[in-house]
């Protein structure tokens, strides 16, 4: 049973609520309800008969994606509504639209781990010398890059900048590793949705015409490429809706351009802006400190959050020297709440990187302080998780080299480095890509007991590609 999507909502949130034809800037402060007001647009618009797949809500993480889903679950159950991550929507519209970007419907996205595995494999092949660089270096040159719609046919380095000039090198001959992979990285799936509308106006218009009501959240950190698909899928129909505030822009240094939220009525002059003020999450002396410290900002919009929630502890600063000083405080304070009674499993310390865990870690130790750490290395960040899912990339993608080096020899085969490398010259000799080598083992003089091996390797997953269907079920 669905719920009236106005019900309870102020004046500010309603206006943004009910807007739905147009464009719609909504600046929204730290706690003033921003995912309420989208989810209830969304459910606002499927109860006036909008069908769902006509609602595209796009986000920056898996965990706001799936809050708002259950949110708009609750409050109009069954619409089926695209709802998720920028790169999620691209790698969707990638499996059908491939063919136009050089690549496969069964193309593989490469992570962080795989993506530098094979741009230092494009390094060798280069090669560059990296005197005064590293390998990251290169990587988040490229990212900035792609991130502003900079392809490696257009690539090029300024007067005078090293880095660029190596890029200029490397960047080519990485898209080469990712093309005869069948792949693409994290960056390539923004850019290249990017360039297939820019450079495909029918497919454009079919999009513009497929999703007609769009909503962008945190739009402040949309970047370049970002801000291009939004844009492309709102020019027939414009009823754009976004969500942010320039003052909690903090993405600058990977690509995010502030930009894209402080000139949306130069993109949209006949947008409606609302402006959301009050903060339902804070007491009065931590949003008395944050609108002093914010309104020196520079490059924002207006704004003063307030609360109805008087009085509360007010917070207090402290400027340490340095990261063990930093440190030495926090213990101090844990040591000062529990001598007055309060227990350690109510206290928290949040940090911004988990750089910054460790020097937190050995100062609790050495003050005796029992602690747990919430987070860590990811499930698909796992060597073992990532070992399966090789095998399973190179069923479905037999032309992805690096998922099959990587399980080449796991478990353990006697597969080493020399007869890896002896595979791969006649890979390359042939122009074929690593999967080929397996079956003609026998033809190389590697000696029968790693030829068994490697060919062994091959059958494994032929026979389990031969299992699989060609089309799904």
């Known amino acids: 049973m669905s719920q009236d999507p106005l019900a309870g909502l102020d004046d500010r949130p309603l206006a943004a609520v009910r807007t739905l034809r147009g464009p719609v800037c909504v600046l929204a402060g730290a706690g003033t309800g921003k995912t309420r007001v989208i989810t209830h647009r969304i459910a606002h618009l499927c109860e006036l008969g909008v069908p769902g797949r006509q609602i595209l809500?796009?986000?920056?993480?898996?965990?706001?994606?799936?809050?708002?889903?259950?949110?708009?679950?609750?409050?109009?159950?069954?619409?089926?509504?695209?709802?998720?991550?920028?790169?999620?929507?691209?790698?969707?519209?990638?499996?059908?639209?491939?063919?136009?970007?050089?690549?496969?419907?069964?193309?593989?996205?490469?992570?962080?781990?795989?993506?530098?595995?094979?741009?230092?494999?494009?390094?060798?092949?280069?090669?560059?010398?990296?005197?005064?660089?590293?390998?990251?270096?290169?990587?988040?040159?490229?990212?900035?890059?792609?991130?502003k719609l900079i392809t490696a046919d257009e690539y090029e380095a300024r007067p005078g900048h090293p880095l660029g000039a190596l890029v200029k090198?490397?960047?080519?001959?990485?898209?080469?590793?990712?093309?005869?992979?069948?792949?693409?990285?994290?960056?390539d799936l923004l850019l290249h949705v990017a360039t297939l509308l820019r450079d495909n106006p029918e497919i454009r218009q079919t999009l513009d015409e497929r999703y007609r009501y769009v909503l962008v959240d945190e739009y402040q950190?949309?970047?370049?490429?970002?801000?291009?698909i939004a844009r492309a899928l709102s020019i027939d129909h414009p009823n754009l809706a976004v969500t942010g505030d320039p003052d909690q822009s903090i993405y600058g240094w990977r690509g995010a351009n502030l930009k894209n939220i402080l000139e949306f009525e130069k993109d949209f002059p006949k947008v409606r802006v609302v402006r959301l003020e009050q903060n339902y999450r804070s007491g009065s002396p931590i949003l008395h400190i944050a609108n002093e410290v914010i309104q020196n900002n520079q490059g924002r919009k207006p704004k003063r959050l307030y609360t109805e929630r008087a009085g509360g502890e007010k917070p207090t600063v402290y400027c340490a020297q340095n990261e063990r000083g930093e440190a030495a405080f926090v213990c101090n304070k844990i040591q000062e709440l529990w001598g007055g009674g309060e227990r350690y499993s109510d206290m928290a310390v949040l940090y911004r990187i988990n750089a910054q865990s460790r020097t937190l870690e050995e100062a609790l130790m050495r003050a005796g302080i029992p602690y747990r750490?919430?987070?860590?290395?990811?499930?698909?960040?796992?060597?073992?998780?990532?070992?399966?899912?090789?095998?399973?990339?190179?069923?479905?993608?037999?032309?992805?080299?690096?998922?099959?080096r990587r399980i080449m020899n796991t478990p353990k085969r006697g597969i080493g480095p020399a007869t890896e490398a002896a595979l791969q010259a006649h890979a390359d000799r042939l122009a074929v890509?690593?999967?080929?080598?397996?079956?003609?083992?026998?033809?190389?003089?590697?000696?029968?007991?790693?030829?068994?091996?490697?060919?062994?390797?091959?059958?494994?997953l032929d026979e389990v590609e031969a299992m699989v269907p060609t089309k799904p079920p």
């Open 57 to 147: 809500a796009l986000t920056f993480t898996n965990k706001a994606a799936e809050e708002m889903r259950a949110r708009v679950e609750r409050l109009v159950p069954g619409h089926a509504v695209w709802l998720g991550t920028y790169h999620r929507f691209c790698a969707r519209l990638l499996r059908k639209y491939a063919p136009f970007l050089g690549l496969q419907e069964n193309y593989t996205i490469y992570d962080t781990d795989d993506s530098g595995r094979a741009l230092r494999r494009a390094i060798g092949r280069t090669k560059v010398e990296l005197t005064h660089f590293t390998p990251d270096n290169l990587a988040y040159a490229i990212s900035w890059a792609k991130n």
């Open 169 to 187: 090198r490397v960047y080519p001959a990485y898209q080469e590793q990712l093309r005869n992979a069948n792949a693409a990285d994290f960056d």
């Open 221 to 228: 950190d949309t970047n370049l490429a970002q801000y291009a």
């Open 373 to 404: 750490v919430f987070g860590g290395q990811k499930f698909y960040d796992r060597a073992e998780i990532k070992d399966a899912m090789a095998y399973l990339v190179q069923v479905a993608n037999p032309a992805d080299d690096l998922a099959l």
């Open 433 to 460: 890509p690593l999967r080929e080598t397996l079956r003609e083992a026998d033809q190389l003089g590697l000696g029968p007991k790693v030829t068994k091996a490697i060919m062994e390797l091959g059958q494994l």
